[in-house]
């Protein structure tokens, strides 16, 4: 018995090494990870987790510095600046543990953060098949951080790995950050590493911390509690609703069917996603059915169906016919030609089965996206009421957080430092384009571009952005005659545009290469393009490069007129097509009331005047959620900023 205890307590010792080994104490941040990109001409900080008390070394390139772990294990030492270069190895050892992280580059590393724009895959983009078959470059790496949220400032990423372009890669990357980086590759020779901390939707309130929103402690505490509490009622509410709808395969279509039993199901709103109707935080399969009427003729010769954007995949039936489907088109609008053959004089069934993958659900844009249209006949709309009913959900309002007050910079932004940066690029906003946010912006974009600069301990890290792109919103409210009073997008612009103010701070004006019908203009191209102008000249000084159009200066009064004078390069002020006649200008007089202007270019200035206006005090430009007409241009084509001469 003792021999076998012996040998029972040595199997022991031999494993407990093993168990050591399977959770390891050494933990670095997943930036510090194979293909690496690691920022030039910098002193380079390295830190992580190891053993209370341990000494721990860190080799890169010949370099090495030590440090020992604090009471809380953590441990952090400075590395001497490294020119451009590599490939390199970082080798970390404490204790009997080592990392070894391996093809390390030295080069350029910007952050690419915001909302959807700039969160956009270069695979959905207009130029994502050349794109993608000309990607292969080991130099030129992303970083990509999964959407998280925390209620209090993270160590460590939830998620990431570098990647190289490669045409594998590259469609996945952000598509305004690659080609961001792509240009700057080709004009500085040197790696460049993309790091994509980006949520679609998200406000500008979610990456700020604590502090630049102004709370402490207890405010913010109060407010997480009465978050976590709403979070809890829409729950029980939405669990609530589901009550009665047993679990059916997702696959299934067997609610497709013409003939069909749906007095159980519930009435639901169309267009509208399904959060907003009492089902929040539901993901997964839902059903929609409605009904239409059709005359003998209209039956015979087909109809057209409109569906709004459904978010995110759709299938679609009528009487049982499977007449179309788009997958992942959560901005795309459905339009299906339904054949004579699935149609009958009278009442006719439309079913769509929805899967919601995250955020919103449901079918979605705008009422008068939902019609049927037969054919040489009049359009009639589908929006109203429909019924509605689930196959396969989840809830939970865990997805929603990317408009909550710090979570986002908490979990996706915290976790970087102090990792350094060149700069960041910044493409955000649509979400706080409102009527009480959108003024409210250029305060906090201000404070966001400080606190982040203070928090990398870098008071000039450049920050660009990309303004608002031209988008008919919907927002805008108009007078009788059809002219502008409030313009939220517009304000937004202006917002952004006040940021300049600061130091090392450039702007990629995009109001020529917006869409007027989709909020995600599929040319990144362009936008990346700009961007890059304006980090050549704001972060590497190159003062040759013509980084923005016509900045308006100052106005004054002439004969009847407005003479607006600009900084523009060369002081070259064109139209966009051609010729001295511009398009975008309004002015107003002491009532304040706006009216169309004509303008032209007179030297270096732009005149400008209306025969509505007999003494113009304040002139505005492409002043509207759209102003796609406007044409203002300088040098090298490129657009000037929307303006206010004062605010009105």
């Known amino acids: 018995m003792k021999f076998r205890a012996l040998l029972a307590t040595l199997a022991l010792l031999a494993i407990a090494p093993l168990a050591s080994a399977t959770t390891p104490s050494l933990e670095l941040p997943l930036l510090f990870s194979d293909g690496a990109v690691l920022q030039r001409d910098r002193p380079l900080p390295v830190w992580g987790q190891a053993q209370p008390g341990e000494r721990v070394e860190v080799q890169f390139d010949g370099r090495k510095a030590q440090a020992t772990a604090g009471a809380n294990g953590r441990w952090s030492v400075q590395l001497p600046a490294h020119v451009a270069g590599g490939p390199y ?107 994509d901390s980006t949520w679609g939707g998200s406000s500008i309130e979610a990456w700020m911390d604590a502090s630049m929103l102004g709370l402490d402690a207890a405010a913010l505490e109060a407010k997480m509690r009465e978050r976590r509490a709403v979070d809890a009622r829409s729950e029980a509410a939405t669990r609530a609703r589901l009550v009665g709808w047993t679990a059916t395969d997702p696959a299934s279509e067997a609610f497709a069917a013409a003939q069909l039993d749906d007095s159980g199901w519930s009435p639901i709103r169309v267009p509208s996603v399904w959060e907003t109707q009492g089902f929040a935080g539901m993901d997964g399969v839902a059903w929609y ?87 040489g006949g009049q359009r009639r709309s589908l929006a109203g009421d429909w019924l509605f009913r689930t196959a396969t959900v989840t809830v939970s309002t865990s997805g929603d957080k990317n408009q909550v007050d710090t979570l986002l910079y ?103 290469v917006g869409a007027a019908d989709d909020i995600h203009p599929r040319d990144k191209r362009t936008v990346g393009q700009r961007l890059s102008r304006a980090a050549r000249h704001v972060a590497y000084r190159d003062e040759a490069v013509v980084h ?68 113009p005090q304040v002139a505005r430009y492409a002043w509207s959620d759209n102003p796609a007409q406007a044409d ?14 004062r605010e009105w």
């Open 410 to 512: 908490n979990a996706m932004i915290h976790p970087l430092l102090p990792y350094p940066l060149a700069g960041v690029i910044w493409y955000q906003g649509e979400t706080n384009a409102s009527e009480e946010g959108a003024y409210r912006y250029r305060d906090q974009f201000k404070t966001l571009i400080e606190g982040w600069r203070g928090h990398w301990q870098t008071p000039a890290m450049p920050f660009l952005w990309a303004q608002l792109a031209a988008f008919h919103s919907g927002d805008d409210r108009l007078d009788a005659r059809g002219v502008v009073i409030e313009s939220p997008w517009a304000t937004l612009r202006e917002s952004q545009s006040a940021a300049l103010a600061l130091p090392a701070t450039g702007q990629a004006v995009l109001i020529d």
């Open 548 to 615: 923005q159009g016509p900045a308006f200066r100052q106005a004054r009064a002439g004969d009847g007129t407005l003479v607006l004078e600009f900084d523009a390069a060369g002081d070259m002020l064109a139209a966009r097509g051609g010729g001295a006649a511009l398009q975008g200008f309004e002015v107003a007089g002491a009532d304040g009331r706006f009216h169309p202007a004509q303008a032209r270019i007179e030297r270096h200035t732009v005149v400008v005047r209306s025969d509505a206006v007999p003494k």
């Open 632 to 645: 203002l241009v300088g040098r090298d084509g490129l657009p000037a900023s929307p303006f206010r001469t």
């Open 289 to 375: 059915r409605t009904t239409f009427e059709l005359s003998a003729r209209e039956a015979a010769s087909g109809v057209v169906l409109g569906l709004g954007q459904i978010d995110d995949t759709d299938t679609t039936w009528v009487n049982g016919q499977r007449v179309g489907g788009v997958s992942n088109g959560y901005n795309v609008p459905r339009e299906y030609r339904v054949p004579a053959a699935a149609l009958r004089p009278g009442l006719n069934i439309i079913a769509v089965r929805v899967q919601d993958d995250g955020g919103g659900g449901g079918i979605a844009g705008s009422a008068k996206e939902i019609w049927v249209e037969p054919v």
């Open 89 to 195: 190895e970082l080798l970390v050892r404490a204790g009997a543990e080592e990392r070894r992280v391996r093809d390390v580059l030295v080069g350029e590393v910007w952050l690419a953060s915001g909302q959807s724009n700039m969160e956009w895959p270069v695979a959905q983009t207009l130029h994502a098949q050349q794109d993608v078959a000309e990607a292969g470059d080991a130099s030129l790496r992303h970083f990509k951080i999964p959407k998280s949220w925390a209620e209090t400032p993270q160590a460590q990423l939830q998620g990431g790995a570098w990647q190289a372009a490669s045409p594998a890669a590259v469609g996945q990357f952000s598509a305004v950050g690659y080609t961001f980086a792509r240009e700057l590759r080709r004009v500085l020779g040197v790696p460049v590493g993309i790091i």
